[in-house]
């Protein structure tokens, strides 16, 4: 396994003056190059956080705001440090991995080496053997370089991010390891350039869970959120629907029809035992995990109507929390779990509700369109999202929890349905009918860098849902 054994630089020690805040937007947009210009506008929002005797900075992007724009940067070949200069194919490797990782956060542009103006025969990896200007004035804002030596042993990298308006160091690392670890190296690098600029790391460590179904037939796949790693987690010959996560990543609940009837089960993700959890005559649909894990969500007809109902895992006790006369469906937790955001049709049509977590208090959220449901609140924040009809087809919206700012975030040809968030709230997985068959699909927050995840032209893929974090849970 790749070891941060050394960070190469110790970002605690810097000497960053906070007093270089107006500074450092000010120099952002002195530039007078009108291509550099373009790119900043007031895209970047800079905060310094001090703590105790530290002047250590961190710096934040406006990674939510609708008219984000990526950052441009800059990843040339690393360099030999070996003591050769001999370059290998090392050398264009990683980068080009690392560039894919950082691509599929929408979050930065890669600059086409072509453009580089920088001597790389003569530059080294370090601020002072790195001439900025150069970088500058290709319109890079940020700058990764890198370093390696190949031994029988193994290979060790060094990586560094680089802030070009400043022409300092942001943060660097030094890993060891074996070359088919690269893809491992560079997922951890892009967590820490994530950390460095937004505050908290990447997606790398989660994975999304959905229906795949063949024709009658349907089972619950699970795959990383770079595309990798697709497992089929059940092969229950059955149609079998509706994953979801439980808090730790240990376990998926799905309701399946493998004994004839729509049933209630959980999957141990370790072991991958599988267990009955609720069998009622007619419905009993899985739901979601409340935040503390303690409790889950469940659809049940057993009492001749669709009602949402919530499950104590310690000794399975239910509660009822609907009783209209209408379909209750879809609940989605509060990031707090003192709220449910669930489907009715109450009011003539299907709408999103909310209502306390002991079903006191309903409220109507959604008044535009005539048929929204599939709410999911955003784990770490107020945003719901949901599908409403527009055009013909379901797209994505998201709105506040009070009802404000109502927006439309997906306009696909195809469709969107069945939104889910990631476990930091900066993006939205589901399913799109593309190419004739559905498939999972990303996009920001904002509603922008659509790109496909996973796609089979033999397989409908819908009901996504994103685990938590797993690095300290499921291998």
Known sequence: MWNCLEQAVDLSKSSIDPVKINCYLYKKFAFTDVKFMRTIRILIILAFLLSGNTALGKMYIDIDSPAFQQFPMAIPDFKNIDGSDEKTVMSGELPKILSSKLSLTGYFRIIDKKAYIEDQEMAGITAETTDFADWSAIGAEFL?????????????????????????LITGKKYWGTRNELNAVAIKFVDEILLALTGTPGVFDTKIAFTGKKGKISDIYVVNFDGSGIETVTK?????????????????????????????????????????????????????????????????????NEEIYVMDNSDRKLTRLTRDPAIDVSPSWSPDGSQIAFVSNRSGSPQIFIMNSDGSKTRRLTFEGKYNTSPS???????????????????????????SNGIQLTFEKGGCEYPTWSPDGRYIAFSSGGNGKARICVINSNGLHHRVVYENPELDAVYPSWSPHLSHSVP
């Not at 370093?147 to 300092?168: C, H, M, N, Q, W």
């Not at 999202?385 to 998201?398: A, C, K, M, P």
Request: charged share 20%; net charge neutral.
């Open 144 to 168: 990764v370089k890198g370093g390696y030596a190949e031994t029988p042993e193994g290979i060790s990298i060094e990586l560094r991010l680089f802030d070009v308006v400043e022409g300092k």
């Open 236 to 304: 229950t010959k059955a149609i079998t629907v509706l994953p979801h996560w439980s808090t730790d990543g240990a376990t998926l609940s799905f309701t399946s029809y493998m004994k004839a009837n729509p049933d209630l089960y959980l999957l141990d993700m370790p072991t991958r035992k599988m267990a009955r959890l609720s069998h009622y005559k007619g419905l009993n649909l899985s739901g979601p995990w409340s935040p503390d894990g303690k409790k889950l969500l469940l659809t049940l007809s057993k009492d001749g």
């Open 377 to 403: 609140w955003c784990p770490t924040g107020n945003r719901i999202v949901y599908e409403g009809t527009s055009n013909g087809s379901f797209q994505l919206f998201s709105i506040n929890e009070d009802g």
